[in-house]
């Protein structure tokens, strides 16, 4: 079965840092790409960063680039989104989606799967 498990959500203040994972089974990791999107309260789901397993290409959404650092570990099936400086409004819970032909890192049709999500709460 596939399987796209994300943790490291959690509380943090404005201006902290946290490490999202997204352990990937089930599927060839190389063959996807792996996307981050996030969905705050009332809002719809957005992009976040993508990365593609196949050369690395790594893509950012205006809002977090150079905050957020999306990396893959191949040995490991995961994928990581280091999220520093962090705002309030980065509060959401965020989603990991694979994807094996990802024209549009974040368009949500691009990705055949999807994890649970993590809640990312920036307080104050």
């Known amino acids: 079965d596939v399987q796209l498990q994300a943790s490291g959500g959690g509380l943090v203040q404005a201006g902290g840092s946290l490490r999202l994972s997204c352990a990937a089974s089930?599927?060839?990791?190389?063959?996807?790409?792996i996307g981050w999107f996030r969905q705050a309260p009332g809002k719809e789901r957005e992009g976040v960063s993508c990365?593609?397993?196949?050369?690395?290409?790594?893509y950012y959404a205006d809002s977090v680039k150079g905050r957020f650092t999306i990396s893959s570990d191949s040995a490991k099936n995961t994928v990581y989104l280091q999220m520093n400086s962090l705002k309030l409004e980065d509060t959401a819970v965020y989603y990991c989606?694979?994807?094996?032909?990802?024209?549009?890192?974040?368009?949500?049709?691009?990705?055949?799967?999807w994890g649970q999500g993590t809640l990312v709460t920036v307080s104050s």
């Open positions: 990365i593609s397993s196949s050369d690395s290409s790594t």
């Open positions: 989606a694979a994807g094996d032909q990802v024209r549009l890192p974040f368009s949500d049709y691009s990705y055949n799967y």
């Open positions: 089930g599927f060839t990791f190389d063959d996807y790409a």
